[in-house]
T-cell receptor, first 112, second 114 residues
Framework: GENVEQHPSTLSVQEGDSAVIKCTYSDSASNYFPWYKQELGKRPQLIID?????GEKKDQRIAVTLNKTAKHFSLHITETQPEDSAVYFC???????????FGTGTRLQVFP | SAVISQKPSRDICQRGTSLTIQCQVDSQVTMMFWYRQQPGQSLTLIATANQGSEATYESGFVIDKFPISRPNLTFSTLTVSNMSPEDSSIYLCSVGGSSSYEQYFGPGTRLTVT
């Protein structure tokens, strides 16, 4: 089955710096890659996603890139703010199953 | 996106008992899923709740332990049976979005088994 690895497990940055979180997946049939942000005590929130027919997608300060050949995808947050502090999860979904397999999560801390 | 609610939001239960968690959506959705998130961990898919038929369980999860109902396109229940302290987790339902790819999560049910 699909396996998703996520790095790093923790990430500390200064406010205004950029943050990058990387994921790799194992199943080449995966075709949908969402990212979720989970604040303490809250539900996971979908923040951006990308499909396998696209290499990059951007939404304001957040961007996601996908390298299908290497089976890598990454989340980029620019101009980080303290409110970006949360746990971020990547996930992969195999076409036609709708099932999400999650990475292990990255705790991002943004220091003012 | 759909408005998703779960009941109860939290509960403390005794070992050996069962708890049924409800997930209600304000619009009809095709796909509903149940996940478990153990303390400080990632999300693990328990099963896909299929409307009008038996749920599809992931490896490591069985119907006797986690029976699921999906009587219509807006409602599902997950029962955690014969609970042990290892079942202490947050249980979340999710629903498929309009594009059939995106998933949105309910607020979760925090279960503590003593």
């Amino acid at each position: 089955g699909e396996n998703v690895e996520q790095h790093p497990s923790t990430l500390s940055v200064q406010e205004g710096d950029s943050a990058v979180i990387k994921c790799t997946y194992s199943d080449s049939a995966s075709n949908y890659f969402p990212w979720y942000k989970q604040e303490l005590g809250k539900r996971p929130q979908l923040i951006i996603d990308i499909r396998s027919n696209v290499g990059e997608k951007k939404d304001q300060r957040i961007a996601v890139t996908l390298n299908k050949t290497a089976k890598h995808f990454s989340l980029h947050i620019t101009e980080t703010q303290p409110e970006d502090s949360a746990v971020y999860f990547c996930a992969a979904s195999i076409w036609n199953t709708d099932k999400l397999i999650f990475g292990t999560g990255t705790r991002l801390q943004v220091f003012p | 996106s759909a408005v998703i609610s779960q009941k109860p939001s939290r509960d403390i239960c005794q070992r050996g008992t069962s708890l049924t968690i409800q997930c209600q959506v304000d619009s009809q959705v095709t796909m509903m899923f149940w996940y478990r998130q153990q303390p400080g961990q990632s999300l693990t898919l328990i099963a896909t709740a299929n409307q009008g038929s038996e749920a599809t369980y992931e490896s490591g999860f069985v119907i006797d332990k986690f029976p699921i109902s999906r009587p219509n396109l807006t409602f599902s229940t997950l029962t955690v049976s014969n609970m042990s302290p290892e079942d202490s987790s947050i249980y979340l339902c999710s629903v498929g979005g309009s594009s059939s790819y995106e998933q949105y999560f309910g607020p979760g049910t925090r279960l503590t088994v003593t």
